[in-house]
């Protein structure tokens, strides 16, 4: 009995250290899928055009910075034609209602799968390069980031598949 007493505490006090963690994760995940339902309510006319997909993005300030909670920066849909992708978030830095356009020609978009492990996690990512920055992007997994892998490398796929139709797979 005297030994189970500390064994509750350290497993009650692991609990209280990692509760936190989940509760941040759940909350910010309801709000990322928030903004990604109003941004497909919003832009419907646009997105019922071609393809879109719920996405997280990251500046290349943000994506190369060491020290993050969060390796991105906010969460927004991305949409590809023929002619061109949009990205739309609902605030990127203070700033509402932001669409980033890529015309095609003017891009390049490459696939960069688990790049750096040790300043982005196990996240994978690509990247749309223009010739003045690199806008990162990864898929929308939920809480947590797995399944990212896959799932941002379909995202990317389908990018390509709109953009690229005969290009095979």
Request: aromatic letters at 18%; proline letters at 3%.
């Amino acid at each position: 009995m005297e030994v189970c007493i500390p064994f509750l505490i350290v497993i009650g006090g692991v609990i209280v250290a990692v509760a936190p963690i989940f509760i941040i994760a759940g909350v910010s995940s309801a709000r990322r899928k928030k903004f990604q339902r109003m941004i497909a309510e919003t832009k419907q006319d646009i997105l019922n055009r071609g393809q879109y997909y719920p996405v997280r993005y990251a500046s290349s300030k943000k994506y190369h910075r060491f020290f993050k909670f969060f390796p991105w920066e906010t969460a927004g849909v991305i949409f590809a034609d023929e002619t061109q992708i949009i990205f739309f978030a609902a605030k990127i830095k203070g700033e509402r209602n932001v669409e980033h356009r890529f015309r095609r020609g003017d891009f390049r978009l490459e696939y960069l799968g688990t790049e750096n492990v040790f300043i982005n996690g196990f996240i994978t990512w690509f990247v749309i390069e223009t010739y003045d920055d690199k806008y990162y992007f990864t898929s929308e997994t939920g809480t947590t980031i797995f399944g990212s892998r896959s799932s941002t490398r379909n995202v990317y796929d389908g990018l390509l598949s709109v953009l690229e139709p005969d290009r095979a797979f």
